[in-house]
């Protein structure tokens, strides 16, 4: 599939700042969770190589998905070589639980979007320094939404809040600076029917309308 430019990514989550992870996603139950998601107003989606076969499920996403503007990409990336098989794969970015320069250096070569993960500002730094397009607030509950208001003062690179945000405390992560959400149990559990999985992202899509818009 096509690249795409870090401003018109940006721009496109700032229109709907909410990253689904897909953790535990199955090859089969892929598509029907991910329409579910869209239905609900979800258009970044992101699934865990820590899932089964998470090659395959983004290779179907993409395809199925990207057509109608929904950005694919993977999470819990942890080498170089799996950012090479993730674009081969059609995933569009990269998140991390860390910070790590080379995997971040060949996320850059692929003409994919870097999103690494970090908790202390060195490491958001060290991010930001080594080519990150946002990074990753994680687990962004520890610290809280104050936390990520104190580091904005100083750090210009986009921030995602990731771990501990829910429907109930999504307007204090935007009101502290977040350019966006990275959302798990919230809108996807694997026992969970697709109606149910739209009707959770629906609550959260309304919830994050009202959060951005105050």
């Known amino acids: 599939m096509s690249h795409i430019s870090v401003e018109q990514f940006r721009k ?3 229109q709907a700042p909410v990253i689904a992870i897909l953790r535990g996603v199955t090859p ?4 029907p969770v991910c329409e579910a998601l869209v239905a609900g107003g979800i258009r970044f989606i992101e699934v865990t190589l820590n899932s089964p076969d998470p090659l395959v499920s983004i290779g179907r996403a993409v395809e199925h998905l990207a057509p109608q503007g929904v950005h694919i990409g993977a999470g819990t990336v942890l080498t170089p070589d799996e950012v090479a098989a993730v674009a081969m794969a059609g995933g569009r970015y990269i998140i991390s639980p860390n910070t790590d320069a080379a995997v971040i250096a060949r996320t850059k070569e692929r003409g994919l979007i870097s999103i690494p993960g970090f908790l202390t500002p060195s490491e958001a730094f060290a991010a930001a320094a080594a080519g990150a397009d946002l990074l990753k607030c994680f687990p962004a509950g520890r ?5 990520i208001k104190e ?3 100083v750090l210009p690179t986009p921030v995602l809040a990731v ?6 405390n999504v307007d204090d992560y935007f ?3 977040a350019y966006g959400i990275g959302v798990g149990s919230s809108v996807y ?3 969970w029917e697709p109606t149910t999985i739209r009707d959770a992202a629906e609550t959260l899509m309304a919830a994050v309308s009202c959060a951005v818009s105050a």
Not at 163 to 168: I, L, R
Request: charged share 20%; proline share 4%.
């Open 28 to 31: 089969a139950t892929v598509l």
């Open 175 to 177: 009101d502290s600076g």
């Open 12 to 14: 496109d989550l700032a």
């Open 151 to 153: 580091l904005k003062a």
């Open 163 to 168: 771990g501990g945000v829910t429907t109930d």
């Open 189 to 191: 559990q694997s026992e």
């Open 143 to 147: 610290f809280g939404p104050g936390y």
